[in-house]
């Protein structure tokens, strides 16, 4: 039996979904970074509309929600944060089912970002992913956590205020986690600019 060893394409921006199943759903199909809005739950978390207006200023973002009156409700939450070129909205086709690990399907009875084809996904990313070769628009950096703790931002006598030092600095929430932190630090700088910060 032969295996699928074809590498995955790659986004051309970040895609935002509403919870972890589309996130789980879509990174089984594109590599690239694809973040969560918890559902409704962005709209009390102050730190994650500060975090996505902050990325939105460095790259366009991608909201993908499902098709129901839930996902409507938060692609106009980024309609109203976010300015109008920084966001490309793309959709799903209402389609009747249920996801799989569901006992009953959504209240509108539509499949979600989760349930829906992968090659219908595939179709509706083509526009948005980069070609063979092609570089991303702008090349984001390759941080890692070993690095941060060489740095002194973790595991060390100190590492906690330098970390919140960095985080103000970076106008960035000051709760994130280190695994916060590294992620949102290689979304919005670029190699070059994460040494010059460091």
């Not at 879509?26 to 102050?46: A, C, R, Y």
């Not at 970390?163 to 992620?183: I, M, V």
């Not at 949102?184 to 910060?197: C, K, Q, S």
């Amino acid at each position: 039996m032969e295996k699928n060893n074809e590498r995955k394409p790659a986004l051309l921006y970040p895609v935002v979904v509403e919870g972890k199943y589309d996130k789980i759903k879509l990174s089984s199909l594109f590599e690239g970074q694809i973040l969560q809005t918890d559902g409704f739950g962005v709209f009390k978390n102050e730190e994650k509309r500060i975090f996505f207006k902050k990325l939105a200023e460095r790259s366009p973002l991608i909201v993908f929600t499902d098709s129901d009156g839930g996902g409507l409700v938060i692609r106009n939450y980024f309609k109203s944060i976010l300015p109008k070129d920084r966001v490309i909205h793309l959709y799903i086709p209402q389609v009747k089912g249920k996801e799989a690990r569901k006992s009953a399907p959504s209240k509108e009875g539509f499949l979600g970002v989760e349930g829906t084809d992968s090659e219908l996904l595939r179709k509706i990313f083509a526009p948005y992913l980069l070609s063979e070769g092609q570089e991303p628009p702008q090349k984001r950096g390759r941080l890692t956590k070993l690095a941060l703790y060489e740095l002194g931002y973790d595991g060390g006598d100190g590492s906690k205020e330098k970390r919140q030092a960095l985080l103000q600095k970076c106008d960035l929430p000051s709760t994130l986690s280190t695994k916060a932190l590294l992620e949102a630090l290689n979304l919005l700088y670029t190699d070059e600019e994460l040494e010059e910060l460091l």
